[in-house]
């Protein structure tokens, strides 16, 4: 057996494909020399290593689709085994647990907004109670006579009591409301959100940011609408422009 037999024999589909692919990319980097071809037989011949090359490119889709196959097919079957009930709550249609988390969550969250309501009320009496004794305390050491023990002294116990309330305030600050059910504690957060009021100063803003995505959308656009076969001046500030390409 010859080693070209032998070569044959071992090959797998993709390596007959590539070596056809090889063999037909050498005769395009003869072709593709940076000088356009000059009559009808040299643009044949090119015209024939295009279609050979996208012949070549056809089968090896083909391949990769008869290859990969088995393996989509065991995806497929894992996420349709897994999606019904553990599809992530990002999904188009979520699972059955990421619904019931979401449910759960809209019949907990008035009760935390209640809650945090509540909290922040009691923090506000706490840091007004706070402002309140530290000024009482520094209205009784100014008012102590250095002379006077116990004006002293109950000036001092005003400090320790503005001292108590200002810690009681910080403690009330970070207090927030929070479910404690499981291993981990739920709370609200803060989300922003921004809406657009005047959408013309919103894109006059980001055009002067950066205009390159605002282009790479008129271009989508403006593509999408010539393909629908729209032309002339349907289309204000754009130019229409006829290009021959193969």
């Not at 509540?118 to 402002?131: I, M, S, V």
């Amino acid at each position: 057996m010859t080693a070209e037999l032998i070569h044959l024999t071992n090959a797998t589909p993709f390596d007959l494909i590539a070596e056809d692919a090889e063999t037909w990319l050498e005769e395009a980097r003869n072709w593709a020399d940076g000088q356009p071809v000059e009559n009808q037989k040299q643009a044949d011949t090119v015209s024939m290593i295009i279609d050979a090359l996208r012949k070549s490119a056809d089968a090896a889709e083909k391949q990769r689709k008869a290859e990969v196959k088995p393996f989509d097919d065991a995806k497929a079957a894992v996420q349709e085994r897994y999606a019904p009930l553990f599809a992530p709550a990002t999904n188009k249609s979520p699972g059955k647990v990421q619904k019931a988390v979401a449910a759960l969550k809209a019949v907990l969250a008035p009760y935390l907004r209640k809650l945090e309501e509540e909290k922040r009320a009691a923090e506000a009496q706490a840091r007004e109670e706070a402002e309140r004794t530290a000024r009482e305390a520094a209205e009784a050491l100014r008012a102590a006579n250095a002379a006077d023990l116990a004006a002293r002294e109950a000036a001092e116990e005003k400090v320790r009591q503005a001292e108590a309330a200002d810690k009681a305030a910080k403690l009330a600050a970070n207090d927030r409301a929070h479910a404690n059910g499981g291993e981990r504690a739920i709370g609200l957060r803060t989300k922003h959100v921004g809406m657009i009021l005047d959408l013309n100063e919103a894109v006059k803003f980001y055009w002067r940011q950066d205009d390159k995505p605002f282009r790479e959308l008129i271009q989508r656009l403006v593509d999408a609408d010539i393909r629908a076969g729209r032309r002339g001046s349907a289309i204000p500030g754009v130019e229409i422009r006829e290009e021959k390409v193969l």
